[in-house]
């Protein structure tokens, strides 16, 4: 692994290297080495509240005039797996990782989770090994572009396209479906009911102002589903 390299992409050099190959190492690594602790869920647990607080912060100074709502709304658009994944990609981060042989094979690499997941570890490492203001720096340059879309409105969450490349990774290669289920309201102010389904199950339901959008929160609530059972698939 060449951690000069990484360190020159992320602009900080770690004082001790050994918390950057931690953030770097998946559990699946870890499984085949048989070692215990050794991979980067713990720092990905640190660095996720890190990252947190620096985004909550930094949106509560440039959006001095809004809502708490609307600070929670933008937020939720940048503490996201999308976006970690994406700052990831960015700096070429899963060139680095280290990941076991089936991981590998299957793309490991490239998957957002994973991404997601050594992105927060690595700001964790930063934080134990340079403290906040580094990690500070490091966070609020490399979600720049991020921040900047989502304080002016250019960010919009895609949960279609988030939970469709969640469950196509089952391999069944089934269709998601989206239904409507009812119409309430007058013309010009309808609400619209829909729920989505994969493989006959309901998996979320969701309403809006437009189909579109019902669509999208039915999305949200799958994915929140997902989350909460700690599966890949449902």
């Not at 050099?13 to 980067?40: C, G, P, V």
């Not at 299957?106 to 906040?132: C, K």
């Not at 010009?188 to 959008?213: A, Q």
Request: net charge neutral; glycine share 8%.
């Amino acid at each position: 692994m060449n951690i000069s390299r990484l360190e020159s992409k992320i602009g900080y050099k770690f004082n001790n290297s050994i918390y950057l190959e931690r953030a770097l190492t998946h559990s699946s690594y870890n499984r085949e080495k048989n070692t215990k602790h050794q991979d980067n869920e713990r720092l990905e647990f640190l660095g996720d509240a890190f990252f947190d607080a620096i985004i909550s912060a930094e949106l509560f100074r440039l959006m001095e005039k809004e809502t708490e709502g609307r600070l929670t709304k933008t937020r939720s658009l940048v503490v996201c797996e999308n976006s970690l994944a994406n700052a990831a990609r960015k700096i070429q981060l899963g060139e680095y990782i280290m990941i076991g042989r089936g991981e590998e094979m299957a793309g490991g690499r490239e998957r957002e989770s994973i991404l997601a997941d050594a992105m927060e570890a690595v700001i964790g490492a930063i934080y134990l090994d340079g403290g906040y203001e580094k990690t500070r720096s490091f966070v609020i340059s490399v979600f720049a572009d991020t921040i900047k879309k989502a304080v002016s409105g250019e960010l919009f969450s895609d949960y279609k396209s988030e939970i469709q490349e969640k469950l196509q990774k089952n391999g069944k290669n089934l269709s998601i479906v989206y239904t409507t289920d009812r119409e309430e309201g007058p013309a010009h102010d309808k609400t619209f009911f829909v729920h989505l389904s994969y493989d006959g199950k309901i998996l979320g339901e969701g309403n809006g102002k437009s189909k579109k959008e019902a669509e999208q929160n039915a999305a949200k609530e799958a994915l929140s589903r997902l989350k909460r059972s700690k599966k890949d698939v449902f």
